[in-house]
């Protein structure tokens, strides 16, 4: 190459027009994510420059500051009106912040709130070698029943990384239904998810069915997310751009300016079906719909328990809020072809999670095929397209996830020899020897049997109102005939506590710390007053259920 050639091409790399614009980032309208993601990494540090004694104590302290400072900020853009009247888009495009995703940020983080009480508590097993402990492996990273756990469990180690994975995990979730491209979504997804896998193998008791659950959601959610970047990749063909924006243009034929390089592909519909098809494939993995239901039992049921109730209520928040704004913004001119698709899903998730759960024996399986039948429920009101059904969806989302949390906490308590007694047999008379713990029980049984009073009742109506609303009346029948199969196994549970004698050699109820005692009664108190005086939560989830597009 000539010399002059040379020069010619540096002056054209250097010519001012080119140059790249720094990009402009809304700090203030991202913050709440931002404190929980720096947090987050606080907490590594943590880990590596406090002494091991000091952590727990300081990893509970940034973990519940940051997840409140968090809210605040959440709360703090609401009443500026980012929710309604300012509510835009941040980050060059990639962050939407408008009433849905603050609404359901706001449930995040207060699920994250108790999710860390629950980690926190050390207080339900007996003393071991003068150490309290809690929930998580010893040492996480040391061979289960090996001689090097035994040494860490006598040296009164604990898991303190847990509190930055599950930082992390709640950091990817508050980006999840805020994300206004696809691959933000994509990312959010990845940064909630490894942590959640991980978190799913450090169990203390029955260290090898946790690292089983672990292997099994890590490798169907590598194939779900799989799916999800080739559904993406197809979307992008289609359109162009990864922007929700423009591939609803395009969906609608309302697209100004097409990319050359793809002119040939654009609005192919093909790559539209399938690629949209694969998306939503991968959200419905990860609310549990039917066919991609599988994970559900097992990682609920090998996971540490309060793993178990932060992952139920805080993944399907996130999962439904993207799966809205993907329904709501990018797809509504395809509404003909997927709306029949979603009911078929609906129907065989609503009548799978029901039945199925008839037949279970253990406690935390039985919660498992129970959200199953809720992912169900939620679905009606998604199917909905109506503004009532992204507010009926949004008041269902808060009212679970409190009902979820508390009734995973009250598993904990019920313990014998081995650690937690899951089998339902073990709970028999439990109303007898442990009246209170039995009647919490029984409220979030009766929360999610859908039963009047409690939220779970404010919650189905909302939803069931919608769908028949929106056109969709033949799914509330089929709502309302799996609420009825539901409601006999929670009952039956109710019975089996209250009406069975108990056995000599039962469980006994742990007493727990404060923690837990907070996080059972707030779960307790939301229930109640969600039932007992729904109206202004609904109102609230109608002023915040508007999508800026």
């Known amino acids: 190459m000539s010399a002059t050639a040379v020069h010619s091409l540096w002056t054209t790399a250097a010519d001012p027009i080119q140059r790249i614009d720094a990009p402009n980032i ?26 091991r004694r000091s952590r727990y104590y300081v990893q509970i302290f940034v973990s519940v500051v940051a997840l ?79 001689d090097s756990e035994k040494a860490a469990v006598k040296a009164g180690f604990t898991t303190t990384e847990v509190f930055p994975l599950l930082l992390f995990a709640i950091g990817g979730m508050l980006v999840f239904p805020a994300a206004n491209d696809l691959l933000t979504l994509f990312i ?32 169907l959610g590598a194939f779900a997310s799989a799916f999800t970047l080739f559904g993406i990749a197809l979307l992008y063909g289609y359109a162009g751009s990864v922007s929700y924006a423009t591939i609803a243009q395009v969906v609608d ?88 698709v979603m009911m078929g899903v609906a129907v065989v998730t609503m009548l799978g999670g029901a039945i199925v759960a008839i037949t279970q024996t253990d406690i935390k399986r039985l919660l498992a095929y129970s959200s199953i039948a809720h992912a169900g429920f939620i679905l009606a009101g998604v199917i909905a397209m109506t503004p009532d059904g992204v507010s009926s969806v949004l008041f269902y989302l808060g009212a679970y996830s409190f009902v979820t949390i508390g009734a995973f906490a009250v598993v904990t308590l019920v313990r014998d020899a081995g650690g937690e007694a899951t089998h339902l047999s073990k709970w028999a008379g439990l109303g007898r020897r442990s009246p209170l713990v039995a009647a919490v029980f029984a409220v979030y049984l009766l929360a999610f049997a859908g039963i009047p009073l409690t939220s779970g009742f404010a919650g189905k109506f909302a939803v069931f109102k919608a769908a028949a609303e929106g056109g969709a009346g033949a799914l509330v029948v089929v709502g309302v005939i799996s609420s009825a199969i539901a409601a006999f196994f929670y009952i039956r549970v109710i019975v089996l506590m209250f009406f069975s004698e108990p056995r000599p050699e039962g469980p006994t109820v742990a007493v727990p710390s404060p923690l837990t005692m907070t996080a059972i009664a707030v779960g307790v108190a939301v229930t109640l007053v969600l039932g007992v005086a729904p109206q202004y939560f609904l109102d609230l989830a109608g002023q915040a259920g508007v999508f800026v597009r």
């Open 253 to 340: 034929g309302t697209v100004e300016t097409v990319n050359p390089a793809l002119a040939d592909t654009m609005g192919n519909d093909a790559l539209l079906l399938i690629g949209a098809a694969m998306v939503v494939m991968g959200l419905l993995f990860k609310v549990g719909a039917v066919p991609f239901h599988m994970w559900t039992p097992d990682v609920y049921q090998g996971a540490p328990t309060p793993v178990t109730g932060f992952m139920a209520a805080a993944t399907k928040v996130a999962a439904f809020g993207a799966l809205l704004r993907l329904l709501y913004v990018v797809l509504p001119g395809l509404r003909w072809d997927w709306r029949p």
């Open 188 to 219: 959010a997804l990845e940064v909630f998810s490894l942590p959640l896998y991980l978190l799913c193998a450090v169990a203390r008791r029955k260290r090898i069915m946790s690292q089983e659950a672990a292997v099994k959601y890590f490798l």
């Open 68 to 146: 409140a400072a968090a809210f605040a900020a959440v709360v703090a853009l609401a009443a500026s009106g980012y929710g309604t009247t300012k509510a835009g888009i941040a980050a060059m495009g990639a962050v939407a912040v408008d009433g849905p995703a603050l609404f359901l940020q706001g449930v995040i983080l207060l699920a994250g709130v108790l999710g860390v009480f629950t980690f926190a508590e050390r207080r339900l097993d007996p003393v071991a070698h003068g150490n309290r402990v809690d929930s998580f492996a010893a040492q996480a990273a040391s061979v289960p029943g090996s």
């Open 26 to 51: 809304e700090y203030g309208q991202l913050s709440p994510t931002l404190i929980v993601i720096g947090a987050a990494v606080i907490g590594i540090l943590v880990e590596a420059f406090v002494p």
